[in-house]
T-cell receptor, first 118, second 113 residues
Framework: GAVVSQHPSWVICKSGTSVKIECRSL??????MFWYRQFPKQSLMLMAT?????????EQGVEKDKFLINHASLTLSTLTVTSAHPEDSSFYIC??????????????FGPGTRLLVL | AQKITQTQPGMFVQEKEAVTLDCTYD???????LFWYKQPSSGEMIFLIY??????QNATEGRYSLNFQKARKSANLVISASQLGDSAMYFC??????????FGKGTRLSVIA
């Protein structure tokens, strides 16, 4: 299947700092990428849809000024958590939609980024 | 709005036995996809199996099969010959055209030796 990478895999930062997370599709071009957040023992919650060359679409309740998304190329989307606070500590996972195959419009996921804000 | 339900927070299965993880969905759309993902403790989401709404046959991928009952709007995952490495969280997900995946709450499967 398609490969999606995410960097960094772990990040610990001080409260008030900004953190950038990168998501790359390694062997295919993705016009659309998705950012999810997952709290412990919970399911994945969609934060936003990242569209190459245009503004991201945020889900209700997600602050667009706090979670900045940039999808500058067909293989790279970045999520910047601005002025991070302890409540932003979570597992952030990106995914990219592979072109339709026999598995429909499968989304392939990056390995995730664990963010801990102290 | 899409809704996807996994009613089993946790399941236990003996090694080498089969197990069924339940999933029901709610949509009025005729064209959709259903997915199952496995999430081990490392956190990565591993794609297991896909069923299209128009697929007449149940999907199978190795030890994974999907029991698709369209009229009941259910898409249960069957894992045959369970292995210790199958212990993980399993998420059912629903996809409408041009929309992102919507996930159920997940089922934690524990395989016992």
């Amino acid at each position: 299947g398609a490969v999606v990478s995410q960097h960094p895999s772990w990040v610990i930062c001080k409260s008030g700092t900004s953190v950038k997370i990168e998501c790359r599709s390694l062997d295919f071009q993705a016009t659309t990428m998705f950012w999810y957040r997952q709290f412990p023992k919970q399911s994945l919650m969609l934060m936003a849809t990242s569209n190459e060359g245009s503004k991201a679409t945020y889900e209700q309740g997600v602050e667009k000024d706090k979670f900045l998304i940039n999808h500058a190329s067909l293989t790279l989307s970045t999520l910047t958590v601005t002025s991070a606070h302890p409540e932003d500590s979570s597992f952030y996972i990106c995914s990219a939609r592979d072109p339709p195959s026999r598995f429909g419009e499968t989304q392939y996921f990056g390995p995730g980024t664990r963010l801990l804000v102290l | 709005a899409q809704k996807i339900t996994q009613t089993q927070p946790g399941m236990f299965v003996q090694e080498k036995e089969a197990v069924t993880l339940d999933c029901t969905y709610d949509t009025s759309d005729q064209s959709y996809g259903l997915f199952w993902y496995k999430q081990p403790s490392s956190g990565e989401m591993i794609f297991l199996i896909y069923q299209g709404s128009y697929d007449e046959q149940n999907a199978t991928e190795g030890r994974y099969s999907l029991n698709f009952q369209k009229a009941r709007k259910s898409a249960n995952l069957v894992i045959s010959a369970s292995q210790l490495g199958d212990s993980a969280m399993y998420f059912c997900a629903h996809l409408l055209r041009n929309t992102p995946l919507v996930f159920g709450k997940g089922t934690r499967l524990s395989v016992i030796a």
